[in-house]
């Protein structure tokens, strides 16, 4: 399977705990973007990375969030001190840059839940 | 991003066709109408989007109103399986900047035996 992928798929944890999840995209897909999904409600963006270079944050994106692309490939998204309002799924997007077309392409997402 | 609007909940019966509308009266001219669907727990999954013209591919056909203020999803033979929440976006697209997706709360469509 050639898709976006996600790990892991689900993560129960503590409040307060660190947690970090991963995205691989689709390969040679330049843009990857986090989005945040709550029960009911249609994703909401967090942030977006074209390359390496995080090129937007979505006032979502609390102090306790990071998000890293260290070589332009794969992703990481840090929550760190987590709250039960950040329970959530926590959605990856890859697309590819223009000139052909820049779709996106979601992963499976990670489901959180903070107890 | 334009907003849209879209009907809550829609059924349909298997085996025909759903059509599922979409209004987007504050359309730029420089920006598509996009269709993704999102099946219980799973992410949401790219259908077909269009800038002006029809567009038809092997899982949907999109109509866009000539002055662009609606759309038309339509699903020619629905089955169980295309059971889903339907998000109509519009975003300007091939940008050199990238752009994100704005969803909405989406159609919920059921089909029925």
């Known amino acids: 399977d050639t898709g976006v992928s996600q790990d892991p798929r689900h993560k129960i944890t503590k409040r307060g705990q660190n947690v970090t999840f991963r995205c691989d995209p689709i390969s040679e897909h330049n843009r990857l973007y986090w989005y945040r999904q709550t029960l009911g409600q249609g994703p909401e963006f967090l942030t977006y990375?074209?390359?390496?270079?995080?090129?937007?944050k979505s006032r979502l994106l609390s102090d306790r969030f990071s998000a890293e692309r260290p070589k332009g490939s794969f992703s990481t998204l840090e929550i760190q001190r987590t709250e039960q309002g950040d329970s959530a799924m926590y959605l990856c997007?890859?697309?590819?840059?223009?000139?052909?077309?820049?779709?996106?392409?979601f992963g499976p997402g990670t489901r959180l839940t903070v107890l | 991003d334009a907003k849209t609007t879209q009907p809550t909940s829609m059924d349909c019966a298997e085996g025909r066709a759903a059509n599922l509308p979409c209004n987007h009266s504050t359309i730029s001219g420089n920006e598509y109408v996009y269709w993704y669907r999102q099946i219980h727990s799973q992410g949401p999954q790219y259908i077909i989007h269009?800038?002006?013209n029809n567009e038809t591919n092997e899982m949907a056909s999109l109509i866009i109103t000539e002055d662009r203020k609606s759309s038309t999803l339509i699903l020619p033979h629905a089955t169980l399986r295309d059971t889903a929440v339907y998000y109509c976006?519009?975003?300007?697209?091939?940008?050199?900047?990238?752009?994100?997706?704005?969803f909405g709360t989406g159609t919920r469509l059921a089909v029925r035996p």
């Open positions: 269009g800038l002006k």
């Open positions: 990375f074209q390359n390496e270079a995080q090129l937007e």
């Open positions: 976006i519009v975003r300007v697209a091939l940008s050199s900047s990238g752009d994100k997706l704005t």
């Open positions: 997007a890859s697309s590819p840059r223009p000139p052909t077309t820049d779709t996106q392409y």
